[in-house]
């Protein structure tokens, strides 16, 4: 009776826990999980850096045309104002001189 209950006491222990393989395949499972869980995020980085440049390459190209559209517009603002000039100092120069008395 002895053989026997080693036996039986050597059998439970065999079955308390998952076996060898069982481990090893979950263990690659888990580490399958995170190299794509990692794979995702560096992907995602990547394209949250690529669109942060093309925001930015957008934001020089428009600040570059707003500055020639605001120094066109000063330029037309100065020759606007040249032209407006030279009209009031010709109404001057028609005024009457010695007005009402």
Known sequence: MTGDDNDSDL??????????STLSFS??????????????????VQNDIAS?????????RTNERLSEEIKSARVEQ???????????????????RGGKR
């Open 52 to 60: 942060l440049k093309r925001g930015e390459q957008y934001q020089e």
């Open 78 to 96: 100065r020759e606007t104002m040249k032209e407006f000039n030279e009209k009031l100092d010709r109404i001057i120069g028609q005024w009457p």
């Open 11 to 20: 059998r439970i222990e065999r079955r308390r826990g998952p076996s060898t």
């Open 27 to 44: 263990g690659i499972i888990a580490v399958a999980g995170l190299l794509t869980s990692g794979v995702a995020t560096y992907n995602a």
